[in-house]
């Protein structure tokens, strides 16, 4: 791990957290509505990647829409 990453880590600063919703850029899911492609992250992997309530695999910040701050989650 990079010393830049490492320090980002330890600072706190992290893409996502925990119970957050995290929406797949709709050019990886074609044809499904923003709903269809919201999730609630599981957990947040040494790695920086993400595991995601619903979806197998680990996936990173890049597959996701920017975080929008005080946008309303997509109701479940």
């Not at 850029?25 to 595991?51: D, H, I, N, Y």
Request: proline content about 5%; overall charge positive; hydrophobic content about 35%.
């Amino acid at each position: 791990m990079s010393t830049s990453r490492k320090d980002f880590k330890q600072a706190g600063n992290v893409w996502a957290r925990p119970g957050m919703t995290v929406t797949f850029r709709a050019e990886l899911m074609p044809g499904r509505e923003r709903s269809q492609r919201t999730f609630r992250v599981k957990e947040l992997l040494t790695s920086g990647r993400v595991s995601l309530h619903g979806v197998d695999g680990e996936h990173a910040e890049k597959e996701f829409e920017a975080i929008q701050l005080g946008r309303r989650p997509v109701p479940r």
